[in-house]
């Protein structure tokens, strides 16, 4: 392999290898293992600026989503009250050029100090665990499973220059301007109108290029009544020819 050939393969790496240490915190678990981890939706950010909108050119596919069950939970008198319920959930990560599996998993049901618990969280933190998982295979902060976030001169490195950076990035508008979508009422109009005339809605949406009426903007809702009405007049016209 040239040289060149190996720089446009690390291109993406070298790109997110190194998270903002802002967008980090250390973390320790029972057995006194500690680590640090680094906030999911920072990179989704980083994503999106590879790539645009999760969703488009990349995104996420579960393939598998289970609850296993785990060891036994014993009470105060060693009986079996229960037993652990671990939820474990397989995904795809969609990219450019090719897709990347990852594998989360979170304890739903257990024991801690304080008694049996049941966490109504663990779907989601499953598919977070997953998502970041695959997202380290394809470099996204990859120097701290390298294990160079062990090291502290290197981390406030870092951090100086990702201080440095944002001293030349304009911070974002307090109050970004809202894009206005169709309202309930409007939707439901939509709706109906379409309904009457046998226009699918599917037909909508792809128009605008969206997935659901939620997100078509208030601004394309006069267009659409009026190519429905029309198509009504049409429709009422034919029949009475």
């Not at 050029?97 to 969280?121: H, L, R, S």
């Amino acid at each position: 392999m040239t040289e060149q050939a190996t720089q446009n393969n690390m291109t993406l790496w070298d790109s997110v290898r190194t998270p903002d240490p802002s967008a980090t915190k250390s973390f320790s678990r029972s057995g006194g293992f500690k680590g640090t981890a680094t906030n999911a939706v920072y990179l989704i950010q980083r994503a999106t600026e590879m790539w645009g909108p999760m969703g488009g050119k990349w995104g996420v596919d579960i393939v598998e989503d289970h609850v296993f069950q785990g060891a036994p939970m014993l009470g105060d008198a060693g009986q079996v009250i229960g037993h652990e319920q671990l939820h474990v959930i397989r995904i795809n990560l969609r990219h450019p050029d090719g897709v990347v599996p990852g594998y989360g998993q979170t304890m739903m049901v257990g024991k801690n100090k304080w008694g049996p618990f049941t966490d109504e969280e663990a779907p989601k933190k499953s598919l977070t665990d997953a998502l970041t998982k695959a997202m380290s295979w394809l470099g996204f902060a990859a120097d701290i499973h390298l294990g160079l976030w062990d090291d502290n001169k290197y981390v406030n490195e870092a951090k100086k220059a990702f201080d440095e950076a944002k001293k030349d990035t304009p911070p974002p508008p307090a109050n970004p301007p809202q894009v206005e979508l169709l309202t309930p009422e409007e939707i439901a109009n939509v709706t109906a109108l379409a309904n009457e005339v046998g226009k699918p809605i599917e037909d909508i949406t792809k128009a605008y290029k969206v997935g659901s009426l939620n997100f078509i903007k208030r601004s394309a809702y006069a267009p659409i009544i009026k190519n429905l009405t029309k198509l009504k007049t049409e429709t009422t016209e034919g029949a009475q020819q």
